[in-house]
């Protein structure tokens, strides 16, 4: 690309990163250095690597790594099998429709659903497996996340997958290749962009939730969102949830390092 | 790229169509006029009926905003960039904001239906003479607890959820001050104790208490109680209220050994522009037939004596809701405690939080 | 024939969950009772409320024109943001892409706290305008990551064809590179507009001047308890939208059906 038009098309974006991207950061790094008596300090630092944070960060990550890893699995299939369906582009659309319902909302359904008395319970009474707790437990946390950021998932991979070449998957079919070896060899490599995409907006937000902690895992389950969350609402103790944010923005940098996109013919 | 160039046209015209459509509202509902007063609130906190009347009695638009934490209302605040007329902290925030020099000192002249509030509600620590500050709703912290699942146990002590009986049963309220609290009361501390053993001593003691707690929750306790997902919850007696309404098997209490007083305050905050009309607001509300209205809407205790007249009687008579004198001796306004040692409470209380499990 | 159908049900029990909760909320909606437990009894009267309550009506359209816009206007500026990231040397691209992605970690909260003190700290007003632009900013990302790996599975090849063949910058970009990215537009455009309607927290800090939205409102009636008067509104949105989407399907099937050149 010529460089001119490239300049041009930077413009917007690259002001975009100073203004509500570089600026914020600067801030938040400003603010990690001050305690609560707005004294400078890098004690907040420190404290970050007491158990209680390792902790939570540790946890973070865990669940992160699980609503990740199950939204993949759900969402590939489910990517695969809709661009096999006729009408495909208004089942993905159907896909996403849902996540436009507000949040809360949907929290509160569910808080419904999963409730002692509420539909799972009675379906697992029915088929013979009686009711469980299914509130506030990792199970339903895993399972709400895994539900809100599936649309981010699904699309990126329904998009690669779309534009396979069928050509190319007869191709290999015809050189005897098995199921299996075709999706490992071809089908897999060529979605790979699809899967880091999709693994990027699922994992880096996942790190970070929030009121879904306390919804539906009735704080049972800690993240670093929710600490960031409590320390600039309850305690007010903006320094130290700075700090956090500042390890998170660093943890993101270390994730997208490792799933860095290629480009085709590069 | 042509649909690409469709759905680009019919996105903009759709939002042409509809940034009209506000517009023309917005003129008609008189938000865009000169003669408004912004009014800074929790959702569904007031009679919206009420406040139609209070537009057409003197002929000022309110525009009503919401918050849904004392905190993150305190940070627009103090921001600024936007004007807020009258706002509704809760006490403990009310100082804090007297602290920050972000309050309008109230002109007692201009209210006269403040002589309708109950002496026990004024001149309280928080704020000495009501120079900034009156209250709107005030309450207490409390146990809730379902008769029918627990199968007529009674509770009068904090004591009682330690309890091994109750294994899984309990639903805490997601606050520092008042778990803590709670800890503290059941000792025969105070609420607003900062001796760093007696705090220590509670901690220890709520640790015990772990095998017992369901879950550690906010304003969904509602939901969860009515639909009977536990048995007991620690509540504010507002959400108490809520609560009972739906789901006859629930009762209050406030334990013996004491519990925290609350309230929600009218305040006039430095943003304000119309400060005669938030004046004459606060006095409307303070109107004992208003008041009585208002307070049968959003179920919440009010501390304006003359507007229990008004109210029916079982409302009025009911001990749990409008306690004797006695026992409000005992209840305590909790006192701001200086960062420091708020800062404790809150860390006790997150590691309290994460070695649950 | 068993694998299709094996196919089917595994779709349809992924719909199935994705609607529940939806149905759930529709349910209720009809109960007199007056909360989310416990139905008892049929009744519209929810449904009345609305349509006497201008405010709520007022906060529904605010809220769909900010989700419009903003996804627009981060749909354009992140394209062209990705078109020009593609052709960067991995270093600078890998850089870029961190920055791109910090408001994706950051909680809602230090984004909106962090706008807040930027925005008064210029002194801009707060409302409309302030609202649409940090929408506009949290949703840049999203549609950056969501187009660039089309952008990167495009052969260079087609480009540099296209070039050979005499096509200027203008046409090599809207005659090749938008058609093969138009899945990755619409992805990002739609993506946008679930994180603009989904968004409280930077809404709730940067807006000001009566300018209210529905997450805000739904939010910040929690502490009383959510009106059933919110999951009727929700309802009526959704089967707007179900509509709408259903007649913007029928409508791009035709203009497809008429040989309009684009990759799908």
């Known amino acids: ?39 400078f300090t890098v004690g907040n630092y420190g404290k970050f690597f007491t158990p209680v944070y390792l902790k939570m960060a540790i946890s973070s990550f865990w669940y992160a790594f699980l609503i990740t890893i199950i939204s993949l699995a759900a969402a590939y299939p489910t990517a695969y099998l809709l661009t096999k369906t006729k009408h495909k582009q208004l089942w993905l659309l159907l896909i996403i ?134 320390h600039f609402l309850v305690t007010q103790d903006w320094g130290m949830g700075s700090t956090i944010a500042v390890f998170l923005i660093i943890a993101m940098f270390l994730i997208m390092a490792l799933t860095g996109f290629r480009r085709r013919g590069a | 790229m042509k649909k690409l160039m469709q759905a680009f046209i019919a996105v903009l015209l759709l939002s042409a169509v509809l940034l009209t459509a506000i517009n023309r509202l ?87 239906n403040m002589k309708y509030l109950d002496e026990r509600f004024m001149d309280l620590s928080y704020d000495p003479g009501n120079k900034y500050s009156l209250p709107y709703f005030w309450g207490t912290v409390g146990i809730v607890y379902n008769t029918k699942l627990l199968e007529g146990k009674e509770f009068s002590s904090w004591n009682d959820l330690w309890d091994p009986a109750l294994e899984n049963d309990i639903l805490l309220v997601d606050g520092a001050r008042e778990v803590i609290g709670m800890g503290l009361n059941s000792l025969g501390y105070s609420l607003n104790d900062t001796n760093r053993d007696h705090l220590q001593e509670a901690y220890e003691k709520l640790t015990k208490l772990t095998p017992n707690i369901k879950a ?72 004992p037939e208003i008041n009585a209205l208002n307070t049968e809407y959003v179920s919440y205790s009010t501390p304006n004596k003359e507007a229990l007249k008004y109210m029916p009687e079982d409302m009025v008579e009911d001990e749990r809701f409008y306690p004797s004198p006695e026992l409000t001796e005992r209840l305590e306004v909790y006192e701001n405690l200086g960062r420091e040692h708020l800062a404790y409470y809150n860390d006790l209380f997150l590691e309290f939080k994460m070695y649950r499990k | 024939m068993g694998k299709k159908s094996a196919a089917n049900i595994f779709l349809i029990f992924m719909f199935f969950i994705l609607y529940a909760p939806i149905f759930y909320l529709i349910f209720y909606s009809f109960n007199s009772g007056g909360t989310m437990s416990g139905f008892d009894g049929f009744t519209w009267e929810w449904y009345e409320e609305i349509f006497q309550d201008t405010r709520l009506f007022i906060i529904v359209l605010n809220t769909v024109v900010i989700a419009l816009l903003s996804a627009l206007i981060s749909t354009i500026i992140g394209v062209f943001g990705a078109i020009a990231l593609r052709s960067l040397k991995q270093r600078q691209q890998q850089t870029l892409l961190a920055l791109n992605n910090v408001l994706i970690v950051s909680p809602d909260v230090i984004i909106g706290a962090s706008f807040l003190i930027l925005f008064t700290f210029i002194g801009f007003q707060l409302g409309f305008y302030s609202v649409l632009l940090s929408h506009i900013a949290f949703s840049i990302p999203i549609v950056v990551l969501m187009v660039l790996p089309k952008l ?113």
Do not use: C
């Not at chain 1, 290749?177 to 990027?200: D, Y």
């Not at chain 2, 009679?47 to 209302?73: C, K, P, R, W």
């Not at chain 2, 519990?259 to 119309?274: E, G, R």
């Open chain 1, 1 to 39: 690309m010529e460089n001119k038009t490239r300049t041009l098309y930077m413009i917007p974006y690259i002001g975009w990163i100073i203004l509500f991207v570089v600026a914020p950061i600067a801030l938040v790094v400003y603010y990690s250095f001050f305690d609560i008596h707005g004294n």
């Open chain 1, 97 to 230: 429709v849902p996540s436009w319902v507000n949040l809360l909302l949907k929290a509160y359904a569910f808080i419904g659903i999963f409730g002692a008395h509420g539909a799972a319970n009675q379906f697992l009474d029915i088929i013979g497996i009686g009711t469980k707790q299914l509130l506030f437990t990792d199970f339903s946390f895993v399972f709400v996340s895994v539900y809100i950021f599936i649309p981010f998932m699904i699309l990126p991979i329904f998009n690669a997958l779309d534009n396979l070449n069928p050509s190319l998957l007869d191709a290999t079919k015809d050189l005897g290749a098995s199921k299996w070896t075709t999706f490992r060899r071809v089908i897999l490599p060529l979605t790979l962009n699809g899967v880091k995409s999709g693994i990027q907006v699922v994992f880096i937000p996942s790190l970070s939730l929030f009121m879904l902690t306390r919804l539906i895992a009735g704080n049972r389950v800690i993240t670093l969102g929710t600490a960031i969350e409590q």
């Open chain 2, 26 to 112: 917005n003129a008609t509902e008189g938000y865009s006029g000169e003669n408004t007063l912004t009014v800074f609130n929790w959702g569904d906190y007031i009679d919206m009926e009420l406040v139609e009347q209070f537009e057409e009695e003197t002929g000022i638009t309110v525009i009503y905003e919401t918050f849904d934490s004392n905190e993150a209302m305190l940070t627009k605040i103090q921001q600024g960039g936007t004007t807020y007329d009258i706002a509704v902290p809760s006490e403990y925030m009310v100082q804090k904001m007297m602290e920050e020099d972000l309050l309008v000192e109230l002109d007692h002249s201009k209210i006269p």
């Open chain 2, 216 to 287: 550690i929750v906010g304003d969904e306790n509602k939901l969860l109680m009515q639909n009977e997902e536990a048995a007991i919850a620690v509540v504010w007696s507002g959400d108490a209220a809520d609560m009972m309404w739906e789901n006859e098997n629930l009762d209050y209490v406030v334990p013996e050994e004491g519990s925290n007083l609350w309230f929600d305050t009218f305040v006039i905050p430095k943003t304000a522009k119309n400060i005669e009309g938030a004046h004459q607001f606060i006095n409307f509300f303070l109107d």
């Open chain 3, 152 to 264: 990167m599975e495009m052969s260079p090849s087609l480009v540099d064809a296209a070039k050979d063949l005499g096509a200027n910058s203008w046409e090599v970009l809207t005659k090749v590179v938008l058609p093969y990215i138009t899945p990755g537009i619409f992805a990002g455009f739609f993506m946008a507009l679930t994180y603009s309607m989904d968004d409280f927290a930077v809404t709730f800090f940067v807006t000001g001047n009566g300018f209210t939205t529905l997450s805000v409102e739904i939010y910040s009636m929690a502490r009383q308890g959510i009106s059933l008067t919110i999951n009727a509104l929700s309802t009526i949105l959704f089967l707007v939208t179900i509509v709408l989407v259903l007649i913007y399907y029928y409508l791009s099937q035709r203009s497809g059906v008429k040989g309009v050149n684009f990759r799908k």
